[in-house]
């Protein structure tokens, strides 16, 4: 969620907050703003809104020069998003500005303790409350910010990333994180603190992980971290392996469409290494010894959103070549109905970010269940993969967009090699047949490639519908879950009501939402690879037809006998029925950017939307 900046060095602190700031804004935030230390004195902008009513104020009322600046994109929680809630915080005598991402739980009672000793609060976030417990703790703790810190965040609960300067120590920025990601950027005269490397990345690829509960001192010329108890830590370093021209739009009008466009070449390297010269899969970051594997005797995934319909086509893979049972469980729900696992259960976590909190914490849940756990992230030394078992990342590069595309298929590409490497592992599967698949998968850039280019007509489709009420989202089997992406893209993007269903329920109550006119797209089963299925969803569609819908069908080339069920056809590749969900997401993909489009949205920042949700 919001996005933090911190900077000490030679360089204008404001030029490099706000260039953090902006690279930032895909994550999705409400107010900004920032803080520097000049001439002895904190001097403090902040507006609600986008970067540029901050970059507004600025021209009219600007900052004087500084190298040492905080700065902030502010997603609401406590309080709404106004001047006085935005971040940075002062506390009342104007000794800390504070900066926070996350939510801490216990700050009604902190500020009934502050109010009752004379505070007066000027917001109505949690965030004040650290900025004044500061301020009242450096006193007894000799000036010296680092130890205030340390003290205040042994009385904070809940889940936090905190960056703070005071002016009478110009040349040191301190930050803390518990539950709440925050990276440091390692210059050379100069250091970064952040919520992400995009926000450095054009300083500095050269960064360092923060773990749990730790500190982390600043200067130009020196980084310190430590414990919460103050015990020195060994961070661990890590090299940013793409430049800020990643971050770019690259000639797009959108990041959405870049990175639509960029999904053959994430999915190829998300494949990229992962078979030996033996043809055998090798998952050198896997982490889990073959045996644990070969005893694991049920599989739970856990994500959220886009992440647990990945989740939901993993599961339908990894069932299918191992004979593995396999849940798939809403990160969100998981750890609070008591679920079933233990030492001979493996827990797969799916995230992009690597810091969404309801997957973090059902992992951590699952560790103390005795589960093995792996994680599935794009996101390299984020919180997730650090704490996991094992890790596979998939490789997709940076997603800036908030409405996630190529981490999609990135996400079904890791999870369907975890599942090969189970069967290759656990030897249910022939040796031929794993190479089979493989071989499948090394196709799918090209057949991504080619649906690319042939996108026009949903565009135009898209247009022709863009005044539609509703949206309904069919699918059978693996096009069950690319209904539900579907379904989900509209409503983040084009702020319409949007449904997906799996066909054979439509009957059993969905069906009433059917009027004439009524759009309804149908992710259609390959007639060769399950022609049950595809005679089932012809009958389904037969069902709403008869209603009034207008069918959008989403089928594979040389199926014809769609052409007499569908008002409009979007062809797609032929591919095996597993692989479906690669080649019939993109449509669906483009669909809901040019509806958004169409109706005037911010399609890369849709509103009340963040990138990473770092918050349950």
Not at 119 to 148: F, I, M, R, Y
Not at 296 to 324: F, L, N, P, Q
Request: charged letters at 20%.
């Amino acid at each position: 969620m919001c996005g933090i900046v911190g900077y000490v060095g030679k360089k204008q602190a404001l030029e490099v907050v706000v260039a953090g700031l902006r690279r930032m804004e895909y994550r999705g935030y409400d107010s900004a703003g920032i803080a520097v230390i000049s001439g002895g004195h904190l001097e403090v902008r902040k507006k609600a809104g986008k970067l540029v009513n901050l970059q507004t104020l600025l021209g009219s009322d600007p900052l004087p020069n500084s190298t040492t600046g905080i700065g902030h994109t502010r997603w609401a929680t406590h309080g709404g998003p106004t001047d006085s809630n935005a971040h940075p915080h002062v506390s009342e005598d104007g000794t800390v500005a504070v900066i926070h991402n996350g939510i801490i739980e216990n700050f009604a009672e902190l500020r009934g303790e502050l109010t009752a000793a004379g505070v007066t609060l000027t917001s109505e976030t949690d965030t004040e409350v650290v900025a004044h417990l500061l301020a009242k703790t450096l006193p007894a703790a000799g000036n010296d910010l680092v130890a205030a810190m340390r003290q205040v965040c042994g009385r904070l609960e809940g889940a936090f990333t905190l960056v703070a300067i005071d002016p009478r120590q110009p040349d040191l920025v301190v930050g803390a994180r518990r539950n709440s990601p925050l990276v440091v950027g390692v210059g050379v005269g100069e250091n970064f603190l952040a919520s992400d490397v995009s926000a450095f990345v054009d300083h500095t690829r050269n960064a360092l992980e923060l773990g749990q509960d730790q500190i982390v001192v600043l200067t130009a010329a020196s980084i310190r971290v430590m414990d919460f108890a103050g015990n020195p830590v060994e961070a661990r370093p890590f090299t940013i392996d793409w430049d800020a021209s990643a971050v770019e739009k690259g000639g797009h009008d959108l990041f959405m469409l870049k990175e639509i466009a960029e999904q053959p070449k994430a999915v190829a390297d998300a494949l990229l290494g992962r078979v030996g010269n033996d043809g055998r899969i090798q998952l050198d970051e896997m982490g889990l010894d073959d045996q644990a594997l070969r005893d694991i005797d049920k599989v739970v995934v856990v994500a959220c959103g886009t992440a647990a319909h990945a989740g939901m086509v993993a599961k339908y893979a990894i069932e299918h070549w191992t004979r593995i049972p396999v849940e798939m469980e809403l990160a969100s729900e998981f750890r609070y109905r008591d679920p079933i696992v233990n030492a001979r259960s493996l827990v797969i976590a799916i995230s992009q970010s690597g810091e969404t909190m309801d997957t973090l914490m059902a992992l951590r849940h699952a560790k103390d269940q005795g589960a093995k756990t792996l994680a599935i992230c794009n996101t390299v030394g984020s919180s997730i993969p650090r704490e996991a078992d094992a890790v596979i990342y998939t490789y997709a590069g940076p997603e800036i967009a908030v409405a996630s595309t190529k981490a999609f298929l990135t996400q079904i590409i890791a999870a369907y090699l975890v599942g090969l490497y189970l069967a290759q592992v656990r030897e249910v599967m022939p040796g031929e047949d794993i190479a089979a698949v493989l071989a499948d998968l090394a196709d799918m850039p090209g057949k991504v490639d080619l649906v690319l280019d042939t996108v026009e007509p949903v565009r135009a489709l898209a247009r022709e519908f863009a005044g539609a009420p509703s949206v309904l989202f069919i699918g059978r089997h693996v096009g069950f879950p690319v209904a539900l992406e579907g379904a989900l893209k509209l409503k983040e993007l084009a702020y319409m009501h949007a449904e997906g269903f799996a066909a054979g329920e439509l009957k059993h109550g969905p069906i009433a939402l059917i009027e004439d006119g009524v759009p309804v797209v149908v992710i259609v089963p390959s007639p060769a690879g399950r022609a049950i299925l595809h005679d089932k969803i012809i009958s389904n569609i037969q069902e709403v037809r008869a209603r009034g819908a207008r069918i959008i069908a989403i089928a594979e080339e040389g199926d014809e006998k769609i052409n007499d069920y569908a008002d409009h056809v979007i062809r797609v590749p032929v591919v095996p029925p597993l692989m479906a969900p690669l080649v019939a997401t993109v449509p669906l993909q483009v669909f809901a950017c040019e509806m958004a489009t169409a109706k005037g949205h911010d399609v890369d920042q849709p509103r009340n939307l963040a990138k990473s949700v770092t918050v349950e």
